[in-house]
């Protein structure tokens, strides 16, 4: 596989290259181009988080291609054969951007010289992305853990369809409006009942750090086994210090998630429990990856849900309804 990623790769510079290719002016003109296909527009996507935006605004005149379903960490990912055939056939191109597509980042941004595509957290000011502690490391791609960032983002998605196919700029204008006025209120519910959860508490312990813009938006403090990649390893000081602080704080509970082995949170488990301290693993967020295709977390505001929710009834928050946010769509 890493032969044929390379092969790949190799092919789609050599395509989009203006070194070797006479016609480069052209193709970047191609880029930036109006839609003048037959509809619907075929978008090819890389993550569910950002396929979601791009059907809620798109609707009919858009037909989604989504590359990575749920449960799959796009951090280790490697392209498919069928993966980037349909990126090579796709009108647009949306991706997340910020090395979250580890594998196939590169393929992704040459790609762009030739075809229309947008690498839509990448839009956002610099101001406001998160980094890793670690200065050598890129922006935090987590955007979409911030309700009101990933709002942004879904502008970003309207303003480029509208651009791309002016023809149809007034329904993706309306169905951005509506799109955001949705995530806003789910942003002001997690503000709500995060908020709610008492102070000792409001800690949240994760496989991964993915949940460093969810902390800073809704004001928890969050601590995690291994990095913004799930390529960095989990190592031994970094569990022992975690176990210290459970066992200190009297933390009671901790999560995993859909899309990580579970091993290095089971190792906080067992730790606490050598000192006498239980912790349980309270349930499984998302983070990389929605839920199941055809359920409310298969959808970016019914994973949110759910992870707002559960985080807030786990840790003691008083007030959260039975059903969630979507209790009180």
């Known amino acids: 596989m890493r032969g044929f990623v390379s092969v790949v790769f190799a092919l789609v510079t050599l395509i989009t290259s203006g070194c070797s290719n006479p016609n480069a002016e052209q193709d970047a003109s191609a880029a930036k181009a109006e839609f003048k296909g037959t509809y619907p527009i075929q978008a090819t996507v890389t993550v569910g988080m950002v396929a979601d935006l791009v059907r809620e605004i798109g609707g009919e005149q858009v037909a989604v291609k989504q590359l990575l379903g ?3 960490d796009p951090h280790l990912y490697k392209p498919t054969r069928d993966d980037v055939s349909s990126l090579m056939k796709a009108d647009i191109v949306f991706f997340n951007g910020l090395m979250l597509e580890g594998k196939m980042a590169e393929t992704l941004h040459t790609l762009s010289e030739k075809k229309r595509s947008i690498a839509v957290a990448e839009h956002l000011s610099a101001e406001r992305l998160g980094h890793s502690a670690a200065a050598h490391e890129h922006p935090d791609p987590h955007v979409w853990m911030d309700v009101s960032l990933w709002s942004e983002v879904a502008q970003v998605i309207g303003d480029e369809l509208s651009q791309y196919d002016p023809g149809h700029a007034d329904q993706y204008r ?9 995530l806003d209120a789910l942003h002001q519910y997690g ?13 949240l312990v994760t496989s991964h750090d993915a949940f ?27 569990v022992n210090d975690l176990v210290d602080m459970l066992v200190a704080r009297k933390v009671k509970a901790v999560f995993v998630e859909s899309s990580v082995p579970r091993e290095s949170i089971e190792a906080l488990l067992l730790g606490a429990a050598s000192r ?24 970016y ?18 007030s959260v309804p ?3 946010f979507r209790e009180r769509k």
Do not use: C, W
Not at 276 to 299: F, P, R
Not at 301 to 318: E, P, Q
């Open 70 to 72: 749920s449960g799959v």
């Open 174 to 182: 309306e169905r951005t409006t509506a799109l955001r006025s949705k």
């Open 191 to 203: 503000v709500q009942h995060i908020g709610a959860i008492p102070a000792d508490q409001r800690v």
């Open 212 to 238: 460093r813009y969810f902390g800073k938006a809704y004001k928890i403090e969050v601590q995690a086994i291994q990095g913004i990649s799930t390529e960095s390893e989990a190592g031994l000081q970094r």
């Open 276 to 299: 006498d301290h239980k912790v349980t693993i309270a349930a499984e967020l998302y983070s990389d990856a929605m839920g199941d295709a055809d359920t409310h977390e298969g959808t």
């Open 301 to 318: 505001l019914g994973m949110m849900d759910h992870n707002l929710t559960s985080i807030a009834k786990a840790l003691g928050s008083g």
């Open 322 to 324: 039975s059903g969630g």
